[in-house]
């Protein structure tokens, strides 16, 4: 079964036929909007939701948090336009005519291999030279607020970035399995970074890498290096 009713091929077209120009501000525009989805599904969620504060209070904003937030996006954007240029010369394959079946499978699949490398990354970013270069502004928000998602080292996103078109590169995954990655990946940032438990506690016992999850790892430095699961923290012993 194809998704028949949507011309995908057609779309990648005009996106081909971009110059670099369009797809610089093309990229700037799509990564500004995801982050203020970002800070709008946080604050709808601090101010809809009932469950009890994980801490006394949300981590102070500051005007540095703003600019590493601004950098994130232009990191972002980097890694866009470099997914393009791969594209553009054959080293990511785009399946244009996926059926339900593969979107499902390649979505889980990216969930799945993107926690691992990022159990991994995120590991070794917390060794003593690493974290002090790049992974320590991150963890000054013991708390957290709605931009701590986005406080991060410039060498992380592009790291995290690189991590995705590696597995592009490496398999002809649709468009649709992407997007549908990459908007889960964001949703999934946002919530683990609230203040408040936003998932039921019996996903704990589902090995789902839930808001409380995360937020102990901002409590202590030591556990939970998961981001979609736990399932990595509880094989190599750092599950808190």
Same mark, same amino acid.
């Given at each position: 079964?194809?998704?028949?009713?949507?011309?995908?091929?057609?779309?990648?077209?005009?996106?081909?036929?971009?110059?670099?120009?369009?797809?610089?501000?093309?990229? $700037?525009?799509?990564? !500004?909007?995801?982050?203020?989805?970002?800070i709008?599904?946080?604050? #709808?969620?601090?101010?809809?939701?009932?469950?009890?504060?994980?801490?006394?209070?949300?981590?102070?904003? %500051?005007?540095?948090?703003?600019?590493?937030?601004?950098? %994130?996006?232009?990191?972002?954007?980097?890694?866009?336009?470099?997914?393009?240029? @791969?594209w553009?010369?054959?080293?990511? !394959?785009?399946?244009?005519?996926?059926?339900?079946?593969?979107?499902?499978?390649?979505?889980?699949?990216?969930?799945? @291999?993107?926690?691992?490398?990022?159990?991994? #990354?995120?590991?070794?970013?917390?060794?003593?030279?690493?974290?002090?270069?790049? &992974?320590?502004?991150?963890?000054? &928000?013991?708390?957290?607020?709605?931009?701590?998602?986005?406080v991060?080292?410039?060498?992380? %996103?592009?790291? #995290?970035?690189l991590?995705?078109?590696?597995? @592009?590169?490496?398999?002809?995954?649709?468009? !649709?399995?992407?997007?549908?990655? $990459?908007?889960?990946? @964001?949703v999934?940032?946002?919530?683990?970074?609230l203040?408040?438990?936003?998932?039921?506690?019996?996903?704990?016992?589902?090995?789902?890498?839930?808001?409380?999850?995360?937020?102990?790892? &901002?409590?202590?430095?030591?556990?939970? #290096?998961?981001?979609?699961?736990?399932?990595?923290?509880?094989?190599?012993? %750092?599950?808190?």
């Amino acid at each position: 079964m194809n998704f028949n009713w949507f011309d995908f091929s057609g779309y990648l077209k005009i996106f081909w036929q971009f110059s670099w120009l369009q797809w610089i501000i093309f990229s $700037l525009l799509s990564n !500004i909007f995801l982050c203020l989805f970002s800070i709008t599904l946080y604050q #709808f969620i601090e101010k809809t939701c009932r469950k009890e504060l994980l801490q006394e209070q949300n981590h102070p904003f %500051t005007k540095s948090d703003i600019y590493l937030s601004l950098l %994130t996006i232009v990191c972002n954007s980097f890694v866009m336009l470099l997914g393009v240029f @791969l594209w553009k010369n054959k080293w990511i !394959i785009i399946d244009s005519q996926p059926s339900v079946v593969s979107v499902f499978l390649e979505a889980i699949a990216l969930i799945f @291999l993107m926690d691992l490398l990022m159990y991994f #990354f995120h590991y070794a970013a917390h060794l003593p030279f690493m974290y002090e270069i790049l &992974h320590g502004k991150h963890h000054k &928000h013991v708390s957290t607020n709605f931009l701590s998602l986005f406080v991060l080292h410039p060498f992380e %996103t592009i790291g #995290f970035g690189l991590m995705i078109l590696a597995l @592009l590169m490496s398999y002809d995954f649709s468009i !649709i399995s992407i997007v549908l990655y $990459l908007l889960i990946n @964001l949703v999934w940032g946002t919530i683990g970074h609230l203040n408040r438990e936003f998932f039921p506690a019996s996903f704990d016992r589902l090995f789902i890498g839930t808001t409380r999850f995360h937020n102990q790892h &901002h409590l202590d430095e030591t556990k939970n #290096f998961g981001f979609y699961t736990s399932i990595w923290d509880r094989l190599f012993g %750092t599950y808190r």
